[in-house]
């Protein structure tokens, strides 16, 4: 079992930044790859970003199109722990945005179904 706790939600305001940390606790050791994903209301989790836990291909970063050149995510192997730098943010970016880890293949790094864990997500507003 692996344990997921994010933090560093609130509200931003447009043009503006956010640092999301996540840290893993419990098996850690089969963890191929944790990512960030957003849930808006009334929409599908959607992914925005993964980072290679193990492996060859160790601390390869993975962005999706809509935050790509906006949000990096970096990794402290020693903590356990991800973060998700955001910004520039605009009014889409608001969501819960969950962390998750699993053991994903190629084909499934940006889907919900690679990944077994998950936090409990934080609130991010993007408001004036």
């Known amino acids: 079992q692996v344990q997921l706790v994010e933090s560093g939600g609130g509200l931003v305001q447009p043009g503006g930044s956010l640092r999301l940390s996540c840290a893993a606790s419990g098996s850690t050791s089969g963890t191929h790859a944790m990512a960030w994903f957003r849930q808006s209301p009334g929409k599908d989790r959607e992914f925005v970003g993964s980072i290679r836990w193990s492996g060859g291909s160790y601390g390869n970063v993975y962005y999706a199109d809509s935050v790509r050149g906006r949000a990096s995510i970096s990794r402290d192997r020693a903590r356990s722990s991800i973060y998700l730098q955001m910004n520039n943010m605009q009014s889409e970016d608001t969501a819960v945005y969950y962390c998750?880890?699993?053991?994903?293949?190629?084909?499934?790094?940006?889907?919900?179904?690679?990944?077994?864990?998950w936090g409990q997500g934080t609130q991010v507003t993007v408001s004036s």
């Open positions: 998750a880890a699993g053991r994903p293949i190629t084909s499934t790094l940006a889907t919900t179904g690679g990944y077994g864990y």
